[in-house]
């Protein structure tokens, strides 16, 4: 199955530490955060990977290169020119894709999340994505009613609040920076430089976009050295 690993984030939360490396390769416990990325997708079965690539992006394009003489199938989509940011790179992506749904995944999200059970739960609902969520404190999160389907999203930060489905029964839920995605998806989008939740969040009112919550084991985003330093404790 195919997946494209998000990789070419600048890393600026992570301050000094991205200054001479990307943020993917970025180190825990003796391992780059991509090949804890690449090594997670393959083990669920996600074998077949794109890496985009920008900041310091010949760095990663080596990092990839030593992956796959261990044997691992890494292609890479080139965004050293112009960063696209989520949806348009994985659009500038999109002819390596096939017609089945393939995982999108950000190389800076370190989890024990089921893979395959994510797929599984998109196959049986059978919407255009399925976004993992769980329960956890941050200023943005999507909104989504009591089947699960995204309904909106709210920054708590900035008081921003956009409804596409209205219910009385919304609920916020915090991305976890991991989708399954249907191929169907690039009718809806085109070139240029712009995030997956505007896509979603465009398309919610017509096309069923769901939301699957997962607060069992642990997750942590490292783009902060304070979150950095607790993956890196936590997996000693």
Same mark, same amino acid.
């Given at each position: 199955?195919? @997946? ?38 393959t083990f669920h079965g996600f ?84 976004? @993992? ?94 979150n950095l330093e607790s993956a ?5």
């Amino acid at each position: 199955m195919k @997946a494209m690993i998000m990789a070419a984030g600048k890393g600026t939360r992570l301050g000094k530490i991205t200054k001479s490396v990307p943020k993917a390769l970025v180190e825990i416990n003796g391992k780059s955060v991509l090949q804890r990325a690449v090594e997670k997708c393959t083990f669920h079965g996600f074998d077949d990977i794109i890496i985009n690539v920008h900041h310091f992006a010949d760095q990663v394009i080596e990092e990839a290169e030593r992956l796959n003489s261990l044997g691992f199938k890494l292609t890479i989509s080139d965004e050293s020119d112009k960063l696209l940011e989520t949806g348009g790179g994985l659009f500038k992506a999109r002819h390596f894709f096939n017609k089945s749904p393939f995982l999108l995944y950000n190389a800076d999200i370190i989890t024990d999340l089921d893979l395959a059970h994510l797929l599984k739960y998109h196959n049986e609902k059978k919407g255009i994505a399925t976004l @993992a969520v769980r329960n956890r404190k941050g200023n943005r999160y999507f909104l989504a009613d009591g089947e699960g389907i995204l309904s909106g999203w709210c920054n708590k930060a900035t008081g921003e609040r956009i409804i596409k489905i209205p219910r009385n029964d919304l609920s916020e839920v915090a991305f976890s920076g991991i989708h399954i995605i249907d191929p169907a998806i690039f009718n809806y989008m085109g070139e240029g430089i712009y995030s997956m939740t505007s896509v979603y969040l465009d398309l919610a009112a017509e096309h069923k976009i769901y939301t699957f919550r997962c607060d069992d084991g642990y997750w942590f985003d490292i783009g902060t050295p304070e979150n950095l330093e607790s993956a890196r404790d936590f997996l000693k």
